[in-house]
């Protein structure tokens, strides 16, 4: 087993993530009822978001930096409802809850109620639900909404990603000079020599311009519709990654880590991008790699 922030969650071995790189991405077979409810439950989950921004809420501190609020909680409490009650024997990992359920399953959910937490509490206007979904180990469904735009971004394995009804397709930019990029920072940040400053600034002087909004689901969701041309970060967790990834590579995009080692949910890394700049990312980052 694995432990990211708290949460436990199965390793992936060498030999796990080879198998992972062969096995197919297979659409399961009720994809239809899948993403109805990974819809019904973000949907729900962004009501919530919603009427806590305009209610109020409590701030804690799980670390100095890293805020929970009672929107978080809630909001989750929303998803894990909705699919439990529509797939009971499904797997559930959320972010604050952790692993839920025991019983293997060839589904597990993949869960952040609430991504740009700083950016929620502070008022920012800039976060998301994202809602992923895992079968046989492999990503294959995400649905991530932006409840203050009303942006709904979907995707399923060999469907095509979408921004409401709109298909979605990745920019056509192809130098790292012409690109706007975008990257976050983890809330390990004044603990680690490993926290993405030293890609940051080298980062700015070889791209166009790069942004840090503070959602990874929706920087992903904008690489994949043409807005952002790459993304990076050194420091995730899966529920950060799993609907984004899946959304990209249906828009056309590229997503692995910072080497040509088989990309794994489980790794931390991601590059995400439209593809055309994928190798001269990659190239700057470890040319430049701050480990
Ligand atoms: C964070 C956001 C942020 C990223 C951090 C994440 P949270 O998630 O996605 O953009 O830079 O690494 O932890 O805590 O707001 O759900
Ligand atoms: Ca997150
Ligand atoms: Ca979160």
Redesign the pocket.
């Known amino acids: 087993m694995n432990e990211i922030d708290g949460t436990s969650f199965p390793t992936c071995t060498k030999e796990t993530v080879t198998e992972m790189q062969t096995t197919e991405r297979m659409l399961p077979p009720d994809y239809p009822d899948l993403m109805a409810t990974a819809v019904q439950a973000a949907q729900r989950a962004g009501e919530t978001l919603r009427d806590y921004a305009k209610s109020g809420f409590r701030i804690h501190y799980k670390a100095a930096i ?2 929970v609020t009672d929107a ?1 909680r809630q909001a989750e409490e929303c998803i894990v409802q909705t699919i439990r009650h529509a797939y009971p024997s499904h797997r559930i990992l959320a ?1 604050e809850r952790g692993q839920d359920g025991t019983a293997p399953s060839p589904y597990q959910w993949i869960v ?1 109620p ?7 509490a502070h008022g920012f206007p800039f ?1 998301s639900v994202s809602i992923g979904l895992e079968y046989r180990g492999q990503c294959v469904l995400g649905v991530v909404l932006d409840p203050v735009r009303g942006e709904l971004f979907t995707a399923g394995v060999g469907q095509g990603a979408f921004l409401d009804a709109e298909p979605l397709s990745v920019s056509a930019i192809d130098t790292l000079d012409k690109s706007l990029l975008v ?5 390990n940040i004044r603990e680690t020599a490993n926290n993405n400053l030293d890609h940051f600034s080298h980062m700015s002087l070889r791209a166009q311009a790069i942004r ?8 992903l969701c904008y690489v994949a519709a043409g807005r952002f041309e790459g993304y990076w ?1 050194v ?3 899966p ?2 990654m799993a609907a984004g990834i899946v959304i990209v590579r249906e828009a056309g995009g590229r997503v692995s880590g910072f080497t040509h080692e088989p990309f794994s949910l489980y790794g931390r890394e991601l590059v995400a991008t439209n593809g055309r700049i994928h190798e001269q990312l990659l190239a700057a980052l470890r040319r430049h790699d701050a480990r």
């Open positions: 890293n805020l978080d972010e952040d609430l991504d740009g937490t700083t950016n929620f976060y990257t976050g920072f983890a809330y840090r909004t503070g959602s990874a689901a929706l920087d970060e420091t995730l967790s529920w950060d």
